[in-house]
């Protein structure tokens, strides 16, 4: 046989396509039929390869392409990009989502694409590194912001400058207190100003809360956080309702500042996703036990958690949150003192900042956020982790001990 032939009977035994082999892309975008987020967390993000049919995605570092495929330079945007952002919009429920370097990419991004002259309002307990971005770096950019109480709808109202004002800025639960903003009300009440609704949701991610579904318009994330999982990544992300003129300038900004997030650090976000939905419930079930032990702990004189009936958000935060999430605060009677020593003192718990990792963090949070943070300086901020309840709360208890 000539090599001609030889190959063709080859062609001919091949197989037909399997069924799976469809391109994930198309997939992703197209099946409709699983909506559930931990659903699409799990198994959505799985199709990888139209060849193989890898069941993970692919790390794609590729940072330029061939003309007439679609794609020209990485910064703009690039595949391994567009498979995370496919599985955020369709996690939250959005039309489109960007990722980028961090999550404070992300949120100035979003703030400067509003245009010059611009106002927003925004909590007066949110993250304290945005917080004091808005406060002091903003106005170079043409940005003022007014801060509302948190929770307070009426204070969101009366900071409304009406015709000024182009966005609402919320964070529930608020770091550190963990105060609870009622997001389908604050969409009516920015809307009715003409304002657009932006929601910092870094620590209810869309298996506990689904911000775009109760009116808001962008939500955002520090994808550092929960929505990874694993300490072991920054980024950043936005999932927009609607791909309207904002979204434009906003991925222009992204270009522009050149905030877009790294190849590697795409995939890795995408693995940690996979687990979002059973981390989220361990997280959730964790912390509501360490709350309620430290009810009744002596040293300790409050104890700020969404999930406890006590807690002033607690009835909306039921409305809108699925599980309480993972984020808690503790007040200690022996004060700034009391929360020095206990910090040095843990051992399960790590003496360190951020959040939403698999292991649990204390941090005590005044200090670091500084003379102007309304934070009380007796709070010792927890990330509860995922490791056994019991072990977590016996560490507490030691360290807030005699
Ligand atoms: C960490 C954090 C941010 C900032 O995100 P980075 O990824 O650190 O830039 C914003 N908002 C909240 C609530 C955060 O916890």
Redesign the pocket.
Known sequence: MSGASVAMTILALKPAPARHSMRWEDFIMTDDSFTDPATIAASMIGISDAETGDVAPHVKPATTYEYGKGYSYYRGTAPGLEDTERVLARLEGGEAAMVFA????A?TSLLVSLGSDTHVVAPET??W??RNWMIKDAPAFGLSVTLYKNGDLDSIRNAIEPGKTKAVWV?TPA?PDWSITDIAAAAEIAHAARAKLFI?S??SPPVITRPLELGADVVMH????FLNGHSDV???ALITKEKNDLWECVNHARAGFGGTLGAFESWLLLRGMRTLDVRMQRHSENAMRVAEAMLSNPAVSHVLYPGLSDHPGHEIAAKQMKGFGGMMSIRLKGGADAAARAVLRTKLFRNAT??GGTESLIEHRGPVEGPDSPTPQDLLRLSVGLENAADLIADLEQALGQ
């Not at 961090?102 to 990419?105: K, L, N, R, V």
């Open positions: 961090s999550g404070m990419a949120a949110m993250y590194f945005l964070e770091n910092d870094t620590t520090s994808a550092t956080k920054l980024a950043g951020s959040l």
